[in-house]
């Protein structure tokens, strides 16, 4: 769902945390991460570091998509997979050495499993400066989390995401702003979809029980709208941070 002014600033509640810190969403596929971490992002002024995007990037390099390294990131994310933990790791290593990390950022899509998790922990406790990490956990029925994945529709040019169901494009399969065709990421498809949950059930909501045993967690109802889910998960990190 495209994230604008209005959403943030009628969302937006009173903030004055100076770090933020290291905060993460969880959720399962279709929860809407991406969407909420982009509004944390706008509100806090900390990036949002989703794996997904920073693996998608690697993958349509002109190098890395051809080795077999490439090859091999594709099959997995394609048909629902996880990529190897060691990979995704070095990845948000060298991404957190950067200098707009210092105050804290949004993880989305990390940790997904938990050798992730307790790899995680492991870094930020030889962190110096930062406070402990907390985490946001957003629930969706299954229902829901069918239609916002397999409904969604991007733009190739300008990357505006749509939903077929529920923020439909004027024309067909048209962009609004440049009418390039839309396209559906692979993994998107209903039968990718069903392996991802089965991935997410397996492998993730072993984190999600993780964090929730360790305190610094929270979790809200991912099925209201932008706005209302991100009033609550801001009231959650300013609760877990004070
Ligand atoms: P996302 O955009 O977060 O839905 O991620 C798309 C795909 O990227 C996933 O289905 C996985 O194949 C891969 N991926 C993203 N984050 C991770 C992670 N933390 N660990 C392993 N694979 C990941």
């Known amino acids: 769902m495209p994230v604008d002014e209005a959403m943030i600033s009628s969302a937006a509640p009173d903030t004055t945390l100076t770090a933020p810190g290291p905060i ?5 596929p279709g929860a809407g991460k991406g969407t909420q971490a982009k509004v944390l992002m706008e509100q806090w002024s900390i990036p949002q570091i989703s794996t997904g995007d920073l693996l998608r990037a690697l993958r349509s390099d002109p190098i890395e998509s051809s080795s077999p390294l490439g090859q091999q990131i594709r099959n997995l994310m394609d048909s629902g997979r996880l990529v190897p933990d060691e990979l995704v790791q070095q990845i948000v290593e060298a ?59 991007s733009c190739p040019v300008c990357f505006r995401i749509y939903n077929v169901y529920s923020n ?16 559906q990421r692979v993994d998107d498809s209903e039968n990718v979809f069903a392996e991802r949950i089965r991935t997410y059930e397996e492998l993730t909501a072993p984190v999600v029980a993780h964090y929730r045993g360790q305190g610094r967690f929270a979790e809200v ?22």
């Open 24 to 28: 993460l969403l969880l959720g399962a």
């Open 95 to 153: 991404r957190l050495q950067k200098s707009d990390t210092a105050r804290g950022y949004v993880l989305d899509g990390f940790p997904r499993t938990l050798p992730q998790a307790l790899w995680l922990d492991d870094m930020l406790a030889r962190t110096d400066g930062m406070p402990p990490v907390i985490a946001v956990s957003m629930r969706v029925s299954y229902t829901d989390l069918l239609r916002r994945i397999t409904g969604r529709r």
């Open 168 to 183: 439909p494009p004027l024309l067909d399969t048209i962009c609004d702003i440049d009418a390039s065709p839309l396209v």
């Open 221 to 242: 109802n991912g099925d209201l709208p932008v706005a209302a889910v991100n009033r609550a998960v801001s009231l959650a990190i300013l609760g877990l941070r004070s």
